[in-house]
């Protein structure tokens, strides 16, 4: 499996995570794309600064194919180098639904702390806020295995 990852082509990316999400939009974002060997995109990562200035939270949107392979120890460097590293978030926020079991299990895993928020998505339609830290990502196993968080560790920069 060759994954590469899709750089420089954020509305492209916020594009297929919205369809995916069923939503209409993420306005100003930045992005990152996951390509297959065939150049298709099976995955992308949206963020955006949370809307609290000073914060330094970014928000985070992932969606992904279903059934396909798109998470490696590469694109987990790339997705939190990107808001940590280069950005300086100090945490990131994703609200999944909580019907997403395997995306609440993939971020339990990496340290994600959970809350829920009654109605955010609606009348019958709660969230969870997943967050996780700066000091909680340096501190994950997969950090101290890989060391995605020493910069230069893992060339992801590479556009596909």
Known sequence: MTLKYLYGQDELVAEFV???HHEPGYGKCSAIGVTDENGE???GFVYRWFSVPGSHVMEM???ALPGRQWLSRQTMAAMFQYPFLQ?????ILIRPKPVLEKTLRMLAVLGFKFAAVERLYGRDEDAIFCTLTYERWMANK???RFKH???GTTDNRKAA
């Open 18 to 20: 919205a369809r995916m």
């Open 41 to 43: 995109l099976i995955a």
């Open 61 to 63: 949107a992932i969606a």
């Open 87 to 91: 950005c300086g978030a100090q945490m």
């Open 142 to 144: 997969f950090n101290k």
């Open 149 to 151: 968080h020493v910069v």
